[in-house]
C-alpha cells in the first residue's frame, strides 16, 4: 500500500468516521512519530492514540488540503466529537509510501 498525498487527506478522514483504528495505524511506516498536543507517539503506542482518537465517534465538518508536495501534506480539519466543534491542523510526511511524520495541534474553532 503506497500511500499518495494527493488522496491522503480523505482516506484518513474515512478510516477516522469509520472508528477503524487498526486501519488508520497500518498507514504508518514501522518508524514513525506522531507530535500531538499530548507529546509524541510512536510505534505500538499509534494504534492506542487511534483507539483513543475514535472514541468518541467523529463526524468531520471539513476536511481541507492547505499545501502539498510529492511527500509532505499540511491539512485543516474541523470535525464534530460528540457534540463539540474541535479544529485540527497538522501534517503528514511520508516515507517508503507510509506516514512517516505525523502532525496534529488543536486550535480555536473561527467563529
Not at 488508520?24 to 482518537?53: C, K, S
Amino acid at each position: 500500500m503506497a500511500l499518495d498525498t494527493a488522496t491522503l487527506l480523505p482516506e484518513q478522514v474515512a478510516l477516522l468516521e469509520l472508528g477503524d483504528a487498526v486501519g488508520l495505524a497500518n498507514r504508518y511506516h514501522p518508524e514513525a512519530v506522531v507530535l500531538h498536543d499530548r507529546g509524541a507517539v510512536q510505534g505500538r503506542d499509534i494504534l492506542n492514540l487511534f483507539t483513543q482518537a475514535v472514541t468518541p465517534p467523529r463526524r468531520i465538518l471539513r476536511a481541507t488540503a492547505v499545501c502539498r508536495t510529492e511527500d509532505t501534506l499540511l491539512y485543516d480539519v474541523v470535525q464534530d466529537v460528540a457534540g463539540d466543534t474541535v479544529r485540527i491542523v497538522g501534517s503528514f510526511v511520508l516515507r517508503d509510501g507510509l506516514i512517516w511524520r505525523h502532525t496534529s495541534l488543536e486550535v480555536p474553532v473561527d467563529s
